[in-house]
């Protein structure tokens, strides 16, 4: 319950944002609802004058509108005949709808006459508008279909019937398709209308009244059910049964709270009812669910519709742990450190953004995190949920970015790769470990499992930092750019796994080093950097050293003698630009113990070992280029 006690305080924190729309992107916007509302795309509008009269009507092209809603309405289907209170489909506000070739499949309740029974009930209430008066004015007079035939919205065949679906045929009577069926309703019957009133004293369109929004609320609240304890906040008020679905998207059947069965063995025999079971208020489950979904669509990650969502109840910005140094330095609008040395520079930085979020700490800040997905259509679970202080959430950010670090040349920024030091993100790890080609359900289930290693410091599991390395030590299996972007994640994954085991090491070379798997792979980078040289730019043929990789870690000392051989035409063609390197091997081989050059499979230090002394022979070979 505690998740549901955090929406619900984020949406009372959040009260003057409701009702407003909020565009995201192209063709994409949000809007923190009301309670007793939700949205549908309106297919016709129509526009009543003061006097309940009809003014107008244009068709629409599948317009998102923020409609009253009982809960008998939310979760209607097939011929149950619930009626929104307001804005509805044509067999419900169109009182002439069988007169123009309507079907109704329950005679015994016609949609119309319990639509205009709700409506003239809201409408003759104390907590009426002019606006919902207008509306039922209009409505009652049973002849909606035939003003929008008037209006040249909707159609009619030789029969005086409403066309259902457009045929060429009525292309020589009609003229062009009308555009009632190109707006996204199945056909004309099926179209949803919503109502506008013109008066003089309130300008603002229906949707987006707020009087309109107080005025059923409080209607609505009236008709709700007894008062019983709610097991969120502790008071007696209205309950409910039924919570609310389109969670994630509007096509969203599935929901987190549901105890609608009592034939199917929902209870297993525990309770008689869902109530003695948990008891949740109606204008709670309405505020929490409002708010998760406000939330999901302002900032939530979605992959393969499992959301992760981080947020905090007070508004205030929170970073998010599935992403990487890059990203978080972004956000924060602060500079990138271009030519990273050792990684402290901008890992500074990265600790210093973190902690910019620290400035707006108040009192009891909180951080909630939560990852949500279902099973099926119809059922939702929270996988994950974590509440946490404000201060100490920032504080396990800054010790992951600092333990999980490493230089990454993968981003790009304005048309440019950027060096940065730091975590990477969540999405590339699974990439990195799985392939570029792994399934959405692959890649959520990866970044489901690293949370709780940044958020409650617990170790990286195993398998992932073990796939990782076996696919950075076979770069001839891929992309030279994507094996690059596999070794530096594979290195921070590495570099985590050792922190956590009390050992130091970053991405600068240690050449005090005597690690045998650190040794050999400082042997391969040299290697690699030798004949890279000497095959020249315009050669973009893999090494030795990288073909041989996947072996190499396997049988080092049998592997490296192979290498070695294969060395001597290249080390030839440089003549005495060689002699630097031909010198860093016998170097770096004077420091093995002699019983550790052996075939023994090498650990992942070899990884760390071979990037770091690659990237000191390149940033020496930049140096002299610069001199």
Same mark, same amino acid.
């Given at each position: 319950m505690s998740w549901l006690l955090q929406l619900y305080k984020t949406y009372e924190e959040n009260l003057e944002q409701v009702g407003k729309t909020v565009i995201k992107g192209e063709d994409r916007e949000y809007?923190?609802?009301?309670?007793?509302?939700? !949205?549908?795309?309106?297919?016709?509008?129509?526009?009543?004058?003061?006097?309940?009269?009809?003014?107008?009507?244009?068709?629409? $092209? $599948?317009?998102?509108?923020?409609?009253?809603?009982?809960?008998?309405?939310? &979760?209607?289907?097939?011929?149950?005949?619930?009626?929104?209170?307001?804005?509805?489909?044509?067999?419900?506000v169109a009182g002439d709808y069988v007169k123009y070739g309507g079907k109704i499949k329950n005679q015994d309740e016609v949609p119309f006459d319990t639509y205009i029974k709700n409506l003239k009930e809201w409408a003759e209430s104390p907590y009426a508008t002019e606006k919902v008066k207008c509306i039922y004015t209009y409505l009652k007079k049973g002849r909606l279909i035939e003003d929008l035939v008037s209006e040249g919205v909707l159609w009619l065949d030789e029969n005086e019937q409403l066309i259902e679906k457009w045929d060429k045929k009525y292309?020589?009577?009609?003229?062009?398709?009308?555009?009632?069926? &190109?707006?996204? !309703?199945?056909?004309?019957?099926?179209?949803?209308?919503?109502?506008?009133?013109?008066?003089?004293?309130?300008?603002?369109?229906?949707?987006k009244d707020q009087e309109m929004y107080k005025s059923f609320i409080a209607f609505y609240n009236d008709k709700l059910g007894q008062?019983?304890?709610?097991?969120? !906040?502790?008071?007696?008020?209205?309950?409910?049964?039924?919570?609310?679905?389109?969670?994630?998207?509007?096509?969203?059947?599935?929901?987190?709270?549901?105890?609608?069965?009592?034939?199917?063995?929902?209870?297993?025999?525990?309770?008689?009812?869902?109530?003695?079971?948990?008891?949740?208020?109606?204008?709670?489950?309405?505020?929490?669910? +409002?708010a998760l979904k406000w939330l999901i669509h302002r900032q939530g990650k979605t992959i393969d519709d499992r959301v992760f969502l981080v947020w905090s109840h007070d508004d205030s910005p929170v970073p998010n742990p599935n992403e990487d140094g890059f990203d978080i330095m972004k956000h924060a609008n602060r500079e990138f450190?271009?030519?990273?040395?050792?990684?402290?520079?901008?890992? =500074?930085?990265?600790?210093?953004?973190?902690? =910019?979020?620290? +400035?707006?700490?108040?009192?009891?800040?909180?951080?909630?995190?939560l990852v949500l997905d279902s099973a099926t259509t119809g059922r939702m679970a929270v996988l994950y949920y974590r509440n946490m202080n404000k201060e100490l959430y920032l504080h396990r950010l800054e010790e992951w970015h600092e333990s999980c670090a490493w230089e990454h040349r993968y981003r790009r920024e304005e048309n440019e790769f950027v060096s940065f030091y730091g975590a990477p993100a969540t999405k590339d790890i699974a990439f990195a470990a799985y392939g570029p080609r792994a399934s959405e359900k692959v890649v959520k289930?990866?970044?489901?499992?690293?949370?709780?290693?940044?958020?409650?410091?617990?170790?990286?599991?195993?398998?992932?930092?073990?796939?990782?390395?076996?696919?950075?030590? +076979?770069?001839?299996?891929?992309?030279?750019?994507?094996?690059?972007?596999?070794?530096?994640?594979?290195?921070?994954?590495?570099?985590?796994?050792?922190?956590?085991?009390?050992?130091?090491?970053?991405?600068?070379?240690?050449?005090?080093s005597t690690d045998r798997s650190y040794l050999f792979g400082r042997l391969l980078a040299v290697a690699d950097v030798l004949e890279r040289g000497a095959l020249g730019k315009d050669e973009t043929r893999a090494t030795n050293a990288i073909r041989y990789m996947n072996s190499y870690a396997k049988n080092p000392a049998r592997t490296w003698k192979t290498i070695q051989e294969s060395l001597q035409p290249y080390q030839a063609r440089l003549g005495t630009k060689a002699t630097y390197l031909s010198k860093l091997i016998d170097e770096i081989s004077d420091q093995?113990?002699?019983?550790?050059? +052996?075939?023994?499979?090498?650990?992942?230090?070899?990884?760390? =070992?071979f990037y770091s002394q690659r990237r000191e022979l390149y940033k020496k070979k930049e140096e002299v280029t610069n001199e």
């Open positions: 809007t923190l609802l009301p309670i007793s509302h939700t !949205t549908q795309n309106a297919h016709i509008e129509v526009t009543i004058d003061e006097d309940g009269d009809f003014s107008s009507a244009r068709p629409l $092209k $599948k317009q998102s509108t923020l409609i009253p809603c009982t809960e008998e309405a939310a &979760s209607r289907s097939g011929s149950k005949v619930a009626p929104y209170p307001l804005h509805d489909k044509l067999s419900y292309e020589e009577t009609l003229g062009e398709k009308p555009t009632i069926f &190109s707006s996204g !309703t199945t056909d004309q019957f099926s179209a949803f209308v919503r109502f506008n009133v013109f008066h003089p004293e309130s300008f603002d369109d229906v949707w008062d019983d304890i709610c097991y969120v !906040t502790g008071e007696r008020r209205p309950g409910t049964e039924r919570h609310a679905n389109k969670i994630r998207h509007a096509a969203d059947k599935a929901k987190l709270i549901s105890a609608n069965d009592s034939t199917g063995f929902t209870f297993r025999g525990r309770f008689k009812t869902s109530q003695e079971a948990v008891g949740i208020s109606y204008e709670v489950s309405q505020k929490a669910h +409002n450190e271009r030519e990273p040395d050792t990684g402290q520079i901008f890992a =500074g930085e990265v600790k210093k953004a973190i902690s =910019g979020y620290k +400035n707006d700490l108040h009192y009891q800040p909180e951080v909630n995190i289930g990866l970044m489901e499992r690293m949370l709780p290693c940044i958020v409650d410091k617990r170790q990286i599991p195993k398998d992932i930092v073990r796939s990782a390395f076996q696919r950075a030590s +076979n770069p001839v299996s891929m992309e030279r750019w994507e094996w690059e972007k596999t070794v530096s994640i594979t290195c921070a994954l590495i570099r985590k796994m050792l922190v956590d085991k009390k050992e130091e090491c970053d991405v600068s070379l240690d050449q005090s093995f113990q002699i019983e550790d050059f +052996n075939n023994a499979p090498l650990t992942e230090k070899y990884l760390l =070992g």
